[in-house]
């Protein structure tokens, strides 16, 4: 099946400064690849996603980029804020039925003002 | 927010005694899918459905088993709880109008001593 890795596991970044998260992943069949943002005791929630026919997305500070060739995938945070502070997680679509994520172990983005 | 309801939020239960999670949507919503979140695992899928009665393992299935008799609920079994199972449990949903992306609910915070 899928393996998502994701790094890093924390990561702090000063207000205003541009945050990074990596992920790759192991079925060179998954197409979809959304990332999720998790504030404290709340459910995940989708921030941004791509296709594997697109190599890049952005939505106002948010982009993610695509290498399926290398089989990984970045999330870009630009001018960082304090309400940026959450876990993020990757995740890749398995082939096969029923949608099914696979999730990398999340990233600690601290946003220090 | 998507309309996916988690029961109960918290729950604290003894060894070897069965615990069942509920998931209520009101989005019609085809897919249903139980996780587990564990610091440095993400979510993992225990148990997903593809529609009434269609139900299917996951990741980390052992332990648990599933039913989804209404388009509507999707219930979560620990036929004999163990502290092994103690963990943050999440219901998703996808399939709706944007096919592919998933809603999370609020979680369950299950702890079995």
């Known amino acids: 099946g899928e393996n998502v890795e994701q790094h890093p596991s924390t990561l702090s970044v000063q207000e205003g400064d541009s945050a990074v998260i990596k992920c790759t992943y192991s079925?060179?069949?998954?197409?979809?690849f959304p990332w999720y943002k998790q504030e404290l005791g709340k459910g995940p929630q989708l921030i941004i996603d791509?296709?594997?026919?697109?190599g890049e997305k952005k939505d106002q500070r948010i982009a993610v980029t695509l290498n399926k060739t290398a089989k990984h995938f970045s999330l870009h945070i630009t001018e960082t804020q304090p309400e940026d502070s959450a876990v993020y997680f990757c995740?890749?679509?398995?082939?096969?039925?029923?949608?099914?994520?696979?999730f990398g172990s999340g990233t600690q983005l601290t946003v220090l003002p | 927010d998507a309309g996916i309801t988690q029961s109960p939020r918290h729950k604290v239960t003894e060894t070897g005694t069965p615990v069942t999670l509920r998931c209520h949507q009101t989005?019609?919503?085809?897919?249903m899918y139980w996780y587990r979140q564990d610091p440095g695992h993400g979510l993992r899928l225990i148990h997903y459905?593809?529609?009434?009665?269609?139900?299917d393992k996951g990741e980390v299935s052992d332990g648990y088993s599933v039913s989804r008799s209404k388009t509507e609920d999707f219930l979560l079994t620990l036929e004999s709880a163990t502290s092994s199972q103690t963990s943050v449990y999440f219901c998703?949903?996808?399939?709706?109008?944007?096919?592919?992306?998933?809603?999370f609910g609020q979680g369950t915070r299950l702890t079995v001593v």
């Open positions: 998703a949903i996808s399939g709706g109008a944007r096919d592919t992306e998933a809603f």
């Open positions: 079925d060179s069949a998954s197409n979809y």
């Open positions: 791509i296709r594997s026919n697109v």
């Open positions: 995740a890749a679509e398995s082939s096969g039925s029923a949608r099914q994520l696979t």
């Open positions: 989005e019609n919503h085809r897919y």
């Open positions: 459905s593809y529609g009434v009665k269609d139900t």
